[in-house]
């Protein structure tokens, strides 16, 4: 299996609507923030997405960094800043970044404020709204912000409920509803990126295909945390097929007859994975 070959069946069937509430929405903020999932940035990106807001001012924050390779997100902080970008890292869950990332949208904030004080305009909040890519944890940065179980995030691009503006600081509102961006897949590998970290429904491709393309990309990648994590040897003849075989017969996934169950492997990766349990990888390079 070549990356070259993995298929997502995806349908873009809302993606004129949610472009359009996207703009909607977008007229009615000063700051864009765009919430990347920090193991895949490049793949989490949504390029529509600045031809959409045109010169408004955006930052970018790499959600999930709990979960990333640590140095990988520092280089990819490197690259965002070199291209002039306010970007900074966050956890939702922990908080960690947020204020930071608070800091980022009051100073790309600043010529709109400048505008208004030169106009005599005092006390005028910056509104902001936060958009991304399913799943990327654009609800839990909202409830955090807004600092209770509010946002109710649909997974369909665009879909959105009453919009509510909550001041969650000084001089700063937010849109309560996050802009759901859709996500792109002009590579096979940007789609796959998507799959293993959950931006797209586990339905619409090949789950063990996507497994044998992770366990290609962790054994170039991260080899020695594979095989740590799973408690498998690793020589450079295996397969996505072999280290399969290895990982459940290491993890006991045997069935009657003793035969590797390989379901069971396929699900249990995955799974570990995504939460971050084999290792805090970056599949994306900066
Ligand atoms: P969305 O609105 O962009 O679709 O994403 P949402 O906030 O629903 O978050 C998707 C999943 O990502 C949730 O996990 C959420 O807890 C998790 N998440 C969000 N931010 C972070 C983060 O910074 N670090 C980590 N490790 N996880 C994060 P879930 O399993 O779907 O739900 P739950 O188990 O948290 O209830």
């Not at 990332?101 to 910056?126: R, S, Y």
């Not at 955090?144 to 369909?156: E, F, H, M, N, P």
């Not at 409920?161 to 509102?173: C, D, H, M, N, S």
């Not at 590579?187 to 998507?194: A, D, K, R, W, Y």
């Amino acid at each position: 299996m070549e990356v070259k070959d993995f298929k997502i069946q995806w349908f873009p069937g809302h993606m004129t609507k949610a472009r359009r509430m996207m703009e909607e929405h977008l007229r009615l903020v000063d700051v864009v923030v765009e919430l990347l999932d920090a193991r895949i940035p490049g793949s989490s990106i949504n390029p529509m997405l600045r031809q959409m807001a045109g010169s408004k001012p955006r930052v970018i924050a790499l959600n999930k960094a709990d979960m990333a390779d640590p140095v990988k997100t520092e280089a990819w902080l490197y690259r965002l800043k070199r291209e002039g970008i306010p970007v900074c890292s966050v956890d939702c869950h922990t908080g960690k970044g947020v204020k930071q990332m608070l800091n980022l949208v009051k100073e790309a904030a600043k010529p709109i404020t400048d505008k208004w004080l030169k106009k005599g305009v005092k006390n005028h909040d910056i509104r902001l709204m936060i958009v991304g890519v399913p799943n990327v944890g654009k609800s839990t940065l909202i409830n955090r912000l807004v600092g209770r179980v509010k946002a109710i995030a649909s997974d369909r691009p665009g879909v959105t409920k009453q919009k509510q503006w909550v001041t969650i600081a000084k001089g700063l509102e937010l849109l309560d509803t996050p802009g759901v961006l859709w996500p792109k897949f002009e590579n096979p590998e940007i789609g796959l990126h998507l799959a293993l970290t959950g931006a797209v429904k586990d339905d619409v491709y090949d789950r063990r295909d996507a497994l044998h393309l992770l366990l290609q990309e962790l054994q170039v990648k991260y080899p020695q945390q594979l095989a740590m994590f799973y408690n498998i040897t690793l020589s450079p003849e295996d397969t996505a097929e072999t280290i399969m075989e290895k990982i459940g017969t290491a993890r006991g996934c045997v069935k009657a007859g003793g035969v590797i169950d390989l379901n069971k492997v396929e699900q249990m990766v995955l799974y570990e994975f995504k939460t971050a349990k084999i290792g805090r990888f970056t599949l994306d390079e900066p």
